[in-house]
């Protein structure tokens, strides 16, 4: 492995601390460059390896603490990456900007649920805030929790919660016994995966937690959800998660080119397999490729630190390892996502909301791809779908499954400026730190 020398070294930044931006950086760091890391949390790990604060020091913190090279910068929430390498980013001193030799953006995923009637509604979360609240600051909601939505992930969610002593009645799972049927040929090469699934499933049987598979929720009402089999359950609260959606905000601020993946219903910034964008300047790894698991996302971040470095330096990397295991973990992903598409929501109803920033129905949006609208800009437009706070974060899939229910082809993706935050309620009570 060729090193740098340090004077002369590149400086690379690295968005994100899971699994991708972690090996990234230890990869980066190793051949020599100057890695600055940035994370909106106050502790590395991402959403899978989160810590809560008063947690022992992490891996990458302990690194950061002993090699020159590494600059950590938790806490800190980057707000747009221009093409030419500089970030703004802010850490409770107002925005400030940094230029870099390359941007490696390793910003995860986050998931969402499909337009429900009587949503939105009080007590009703997706499975992943559940999930990071529990992580990240030991919290767990009271009374009766149910989990819903499609996926293995819902099994991983109920059974934190009820090592955690959360009250999980109920998981539904619209996906059936023989969807998981066909994927396990591929969890035999994934041998981790398989075994975490079956122990999180013990632990739900051990705690007469039932999972209802092949069932989906119809209607939403206070305090109380109706599913397709005509069951009505009651809960305080609901986490529903239908599928994952690529972060792709901060390489839409680079101008990084998106395109729309079918198979996933979600739009994904196109890079080649290294994570090379259409920008040269700017590196897309883990979840923004799509959503493959975090064995890729960790793959991910090995292959694009040569591939990068050379780059810069106008060598070539030269054979990177990993190229069948990665192309195995995406066989995995792809039928997971396949079977999700196959049990996809029904025909949602047309008073069900799409738009929760601002309450648009989902007749609405029919209404403007009745007239031929296909380009997202324009729906926004007609509806304001993606003008709230989110930015279209959350309805611009779901606004992309009407146009192809419709017919037509969805245009391109919705334009990213500076991408919004949430704000620390500290910061709001107290002042900038």
């Not at 390793?106 to 999930?131: F, R």
């Not at 909601?141 to 009820?162: M, W, Y």
Request: charged residues 25%.
């Amino acid at each position: 492995m060729r090193r740098l020398d340090r004077q002369s070294a590149p400086s690379v930044a690295v968005v994100g601390t899971g699994p991708a931006g972690d090996a990234a950086a230890r990869g980066l760091l190793e051949r020599g460059a100057r890695v600055t890391v940035f994370d909106e949390q106050p502790r590395t790990g991402g959403n899978i390896g989160r810590v809560r604060a008063t947690a022992p020091t992490t891996a990458l913190e302990a690194l950061a603490a002993e090699a020159p090279g590494l600059s950590l910068n938790t806490g800190t929430r980057v707000l747009s990456v221009e093409a030419a390498g500089r970030i703004w980013f802010e850490a409770g001193q107002g925005a400030e900007a940094a230029e870099f030799d390359a941007v490696v953006l390793a910003c995860g995923a986050y998931d969402l649920h499909d337009p429900i009637p009587g949503l939105p509604a009080k007590g009703v979360t997706s499975a992943g805030a559940l999930q990071a609240l529990g992580k990240g600051h030991g919290i767990l909601p009271r009374g009766r929790i149910v989990i819903a939505g499609s996926g293995p992930f819902l099994t991983i969610v109920a059974a934190g919660l009820v090592r955690a002593g959360g009250e999980v009645t109920h998981v539904l799972d619209r996906l059936r016994r023989s969807d998981y049927a066909r994927l396990a040929p591929w969890g035999v090469g994934i041998p981790g995966n398989s075994l975490e699934f079956a122990r999180k499933r013990r632990w739900l049987a051990r705690a007469s937690v039932p999972i209802h598979y092949g069932e989906a929720i119809t209607a939403v009402r206070e305090g109380e959800l109706c599913t397709d089999r005509g069951q009505r359950i009651a809960f305080d609260h609901l986490g529903l998660t239908e599928r994952f959606i690529p972060q792709t905000q901060l390489a839409r601020t680079a101008g990084c080119r998106l395109q729309y993946d079918p198979v996933g219903r979600y739009w994904v910034v196109a890079t080649d397999a290294l994570g090379r964008t259409s920008q040269p300047r700017i590196y897309v790894i883990g979840e923004g490729q799509g959503i493959r698991g975090w064995r890729h996302a960790r793959l991910s971040g090995e292959r694009v630190a040569p591939a990068l470095l050379g780059d810069l330096s106008g060598e070539a990397p030269g054979r990177l390892a990993g190229g069948w295991r990665r192309r195995f973990l995406m066989g995995f992903a792809r039928g997971l996502e396949r079977a999700q598409a196959r049990r996809g929501q029904r025909v949602p109803e047309p008073q069900a909301v799409i738009c929760a920033c601002e309450g648009v129905r989902v007749d609405a949006v029919d209404q403007a791809t009745a007239l031929g609208l296909a380009d997202l800009s324009s729906i926004k437009v007609v509806t304001r779908c993606g003008m709230g706070p989110c930015q279209g974060r959350y309805c611009e899939a779901q606004v992309t499954d009407r146009i192809r229910a419709a017919g037509l082809e969805p245009g391109e993706a919705l334009n990213q400026r500076a991408f919004s935050r949430p704000v620390p309620v500290a910061e709001v009570l107290d002042g900038p730190r």
